[in-house]
Structure formats: C-alpha cells, structure tokens
C-alpha cells in the first residue's frame, strides 16, 4: 500500500488550496478514505472521510462548510478542497486508509495558513 499526498504550500488566510492523495497497492475503489492533520504540539485528528463509492461523507466540526472531501476511482485519488482557510488550519495533512487491522498513512503534506 503507498499513499502519496500533495499540493500542500503557504497560503495566506481567506485562501483555497486542493490537497491530493494517490493510492496504490490496493483496491482503492473498496475502501473508504481519510484526510488526518497534526498541529505541532498537537494529537493528529480526523478532518474529513469518504465512502468508497463516495456517496457519504463526514467533516469536523472545525472544517464543516469550507472543506470538501472527493475521490476519482478512475484515478485512485482522494481529494479535500480547502476554502476559506485559517491560521488554525496550519498542519501536515495525512492521507489515510483502513485495511483491517492495519491502518496506512501518507507520508504528509504541510499546509501553512499565514499572512
């Protein structure tokens, strides 16, 4: 299993950035996937998760309404479209995928949310 994430960078507050994640080494189209993000200083939390077929997904509280979860399981890709961005959404965001009982991660991407 690799997942590799990307689009990570410094942007202002008020700003979009789209983060992707591409999976391989599974059937991608089978499982649900996750967007995790870790302050420094901070435990990793749950963002964002999507359904394998994409039909349901869930947020945090803290992101509801400026943050939206998508995948393409033609291209075995999960996204999570960032708006409105925040100071407090400075982390590294992880991609992430449940293959019971093993839990597999990206190996992060850093989003910087300063003026």
């Known amino acids: 299993v690799q997942l590799v994430e990307s689009g990570g960078g410094l942007v202002q507050p008020g700003g979009s950035l789209r983060l992707s994640c591409v999976a391989s080494?599974?059937?991608?189209?089978?499982?649900?996937m996750s967007w995790y993000r870790q302050a420094p200083g901070k435990e990793r939390e749950l963002v964002a998760a999507?359904?394998?077929?994409?039909?349901?997904?869930n947020y945090a509280d803290s992101v509801k309404g400026r943050f939206t979860i998508s995948r393409d399981n033609a291209k075995n890709t999960v996204y999570l479209q960032m708006n409105s961005l925040k100071p407090e959404d400075t982390a590294v965001y992880y991609c992430?995928?449940?293959?019971?009982?093993?839990?597999?991660w990206g190996q992060g991407t850093q989003v910087t949310v300063s003026s």
């Open positions: 992430n995928v449940i293959r019971t009982p093993v839990a597999y």
């Open positions: 080494g599974f059937t991608f189209s089978s499982y649900g």
């Open positions: 999507i359904t394998s077929a994409g039909g349901s997904t």
